[in-house]
């Protein structure tokens, strides 16, 4: 069995493992892991994926000649390649962008000044074809270097900048990724054998996935908040601080006559107010730079540090949330108010489970509901 | 060409330790039960030791750092028995995940070593006896004629758990049970395609993407899984009752109806507050339980609706509510008196039929939930059902 035999046949084998990889991917992609455009934006390019790793199998198969073809055919397969792996690294940024700012991402301008650069590496790919040499295909690594660094750069500004920890995270993330992919470029115009950038683009797109299909198993479907499945993982790690001094206060909050709204005017108002609910708890969370989440039902969790003002008066939170929601109320046009009532507890280190704090929680919550609307309070357990 | 084999391969096997190791550092305990999350840490870990014997064979076998050739021949025979224990660590998570006879009995797990046993000693022998491979003179590595008896010994770890997947499939009653074993079935296809090019085309780096690839698609299952299942009783979720009412909707006909039954807890909130959260969520995992066991008779989906609420998605008409009632009423009373409970408790079940596409599941459960209601209030004022 020659070298050449096995070079070619681990370099197929290891196109048809991206490629079915980035199938799955594709296949496995819903509706509910982000916004219309960024699930088109991840589609897009994971087909355009496959499109490269085929074209790339082509050019290493004819440059080790494994596969006769004419030079003329090999520069055209390399500006083919150089080229998807241009739009690859466009369509990235152009997501990365979509995560990390709505606003600067839905902005036309933005988008067609991004594609500047994939513009000048196409007539540059063009005068390669045509002049029918390699001339200029030095663009190539520039070009792909240039997106990620601008999705690294405004990544690391989102990080400093960010209030909550899902967006540190999420920035770090783009971070992370960034500087795998400007690795792999640089290691694939060194020695152009090696699958550098397939496998590299490939374990990138796994890892934006994982994550995806994670923050669908910790959020709750309707409102998008943590769930409770998270609120537990987070409320036992506050415990866990809490014996090392960090004092945190659990809000523990509830729609004042869910029920009723929901008889009166239905199921799919009832879900807006826990949209709007839910807004307001980010407000909140954002301003308290806390945690935030859906209990389950009409029910939902804050958490915050306690700060000495909160000591004081931990009602302030509970004041902060009901204000917030008065006004999102009135922007979303409810037909009804929405108020929530809320009991606190400070996480102790004598707490063995998110339980603990959750029942003292609930004890001033019930006590308060009784003093607001007297003994027959509809509750849901 | 040599240096560039080397190369890709040594890329490759690096690429898929990175694969594997990014996976196994996202497990966390969600991830299934208990036992899963060890077998599944446990086969990522296996893997990744082959992973760095097949890295160090290389080195060492094609004089990338020059070693004495008892080295050489050691390396060897590692890389070549490393691939026993990756396959007998993943027939046993297949074997796991497919709840058989062989995952709970002692002797059948024991027995099941003996392969990796046998191949053990062949490949420590080789060094004397040129039983599985040897190295020639020119420094070339061969195949002893034991050789195919250490394929068998790895492989067949492989052929077992993908036949035995299959068989289940086969012989599943239920669509959504033989669903999940094909399920399975999919995430072993880079093992089975590897092992099938080992045996015609030889060692090579096509083995290390093979178990990356079921790696990686078992993995994705079972965050699905998490994604679509309720944390506290197992039970499918809200999420996935949306989807699989969606998708059995197009076939909606008046000759193929699909019946969707709403079952709350009587009195959950009394229950919640006389003896507190924690016993009120064992008395829901109860319910979910007993569902569970229902389950295997039902064409459809049972899902966790909400706070006390589930849902039973069924096709056609077969399955009445009354007779769910009381089978379920049966079950709960001979668990709670079996995990001695401080009470008994019931509960109430009303359904609805779907006949048109044009319904939506939040339709579907308003109605059954009316009918429900309807049916407690019937059933405390003593009067006949409505």
């Known amino acids: ?381 | 060409m040599v240096s560039r084999y080397i190369c890709i391969y040594l890329f490759v096997d690096l690429a898929c330790a990175i694969f594997a190791g990014s996976l196994l550092l996202q497990v966390g305990e969600d991830f299934g039960t208990k036992d899963e999350v060890d077998s599944f840490r446990r086969l990522s870990i296996v893997f990744l030791i082959y992973l760095v014997t097949d890295v160090a064979w290389m080195v060492s076998g094609y004089d990338i750092v020059s070693l004495p050739r008892a080295c050489d021949y050691v390396l060897c025979g590692l890389s070549l028995f490393a691939l026993s224990p990756v396959y007998y660590c993943w027939a046993a998570y297949v074997e796991l995940r497919l709840d058989s006879r062989i995952s709970h009995s002692r002797a059948a797990r024991v027995l099941s070593r003996v392969p990796m046993a046998v191949m053990l000693v062949i490949v420590v022998s080789s060094l004397f006896t040129n039983a599985a491979f040897f190295i020639d003179d020119q420094g070339l590595y061969q195949h002893g004629p034991l050789y195919w008896v250490t394929l068998v010994c790895s492989v067949g770890y492989v052929a077992f758990a993908t036949a035995h997947t299959l068989r289940n499939a086969l012989a599943a009653r239920s669509r959504t049970k033989r669903d999940r074993y094909l399920d399975l079935a999919v995430c072993g296809i880079g093992p089975v395609i590897a092992s099938a090019l080992l045996l015609v085309v030889g060692s090579s780096v096509i083995t290390s993407l093979g178990m990356t690839s079921a790696i990686f698609l078992v993995f994705c299952a079972c965050q699905k899984d998490s994604i679509y299942s309720d944390a506290l009783t197992g039970l499918n979720n809200r999420r996935r009752a949306d989807e699989f009412f969606e998708s059995r909707l197009s076939l909606v006909s008046n000759e193929r109806p699909l019946s969707v039954m709403m079952c709350d807890v009587d009195k959950f909130k009394s229950i919640n507050d006389t003896y507190g959260h924690d016993v009120g969520d064992k008395a829901l995992m109860l319910v979910g339980a007993s569902l569970k066991d229902m389950g295997d008779d039902i064409d459809g989906l049972i899902a966790r609706w909400g706070g006390d609420e589930f849902l039973v998605i069924s096709q056609g008409e077969g399955l009445s509510a009354e007779g769910v009632e009381s089978r379920l009423n049966a079950s709960i009373e001979r668990a709670c008196e079996r995990d001695g409970l401080p009470f008994s408790f019931r509960v109430s079940v009303g359904g609805t039929v779907c006949r048109e596409p044009s319904m939506s599941l939040d339709d579907a459960t308003l109605a059954a939930d009316r009918v429900l209601y309807q049916h407690k209030h019937a059933r405390t004022r003593g009067g006949a059902t409505a």
């Not at chain 1, 003292?360 to 309070?377: Q, V």
Request: hydrophobic share 50%; proline share 4%.
């Open chain 1, 1 to 381: 069995m020659s070298f050449s035999f096995l070079y070619s046949y681990t370099y197929l084998g290891t196109g048809a493992f991206c490629a079915a990889v980035a199938f799955v991917l594709a296949y496995g992609l819903s509706p509910d892991m982000g916004t219309r455009r960024e699930i088109i934006c991840m589609k897009s390019l994971l087909y355009l994926y496959v499109v490269f790793v085929g074209l790339d199998l082509l050019c290493r198969l004819g440059e080790s000649g494994v596969v006769a073809m004419p030079e003329s055919r090999e520069i055209a397969l390399s500006c083919a390649d150089s080229l998807a792996a241009g739009i690859i690294a466009y369509l990235w940024t152009l997501y990365a962008e979509m995560r990390l700012s709505a606003r600067l991402s839905g902005a036309t301008w933005f988008r067609v000044a991004l594609a500047a650069p994939l513009v000048v590496l196409a007539v540059a790919l063009v005068a390669s074809f045509t002049s029918r040499s390699y001339d200029y295909l030095v663009e190539r690594p520039l070009a792909i270097a240039l997106y990620i660094v601008l999705a690294v750069v405004h990544a690391l500004v989102v990080i400093v900048r960010a209030k909550t920890s899902s967006r540190r995270s999420e920035g770090a993330l783009i971070v992370g990724l960034g500087i795998v992919l400007l690795l792999v470029a640089v290691l694939n115009s060194l020695a152009t054998y090696v699958p550098f950038m397939v496998l590299g683009m490939l374990w990138s797109l796994v890892m934006v996935y994982v994550r995806l299909q994670r923050a669908r198993i910790f959020n709750d479907a309707l409102t998008g908040l943590n769930n409770r499945r998270r609120a537990d993982d987070y409320v036992s790690q506050q415990i866990a601080r809490s014996r090392r001094q960090e004092k945190t206060l659990m809000y523990l909050m509830d729609i004042d006559g869910f029920k009723r709204i929901n008889d009166t005017y239905g199921h799919l108002e009832g879900d807006r107010a826990l949209k709007v609910v839910a807004g307001a708890l980010r407000r909140a969370a954002g301003n308290y730079d806390g945690f935030a989440a859906r209990w389950g039902g009409d029910e939902f969790v804050l958490v915050v540090p306690e700060s000495p003002a909160l000591a004081e008066n931990p009602d302030e939170v509970t004041a902060f949330v009901n204000s917030a929601l008065a006004l999102l109320a009135r922007d979303e046009r409810l037909p009804f108010e929405v108020s929530l009532t809320a009991g606190y507890a400070a996480i102790e280190p004598s707490d063995r489970r998110p339980r603990d704090p959750l029942r003292r929680a609930d004890a001033m919550l019930y006590r308060r509901k009784r003093e607001l609307h007297g003994p027959a309070t509809p509750r849901l357990g």
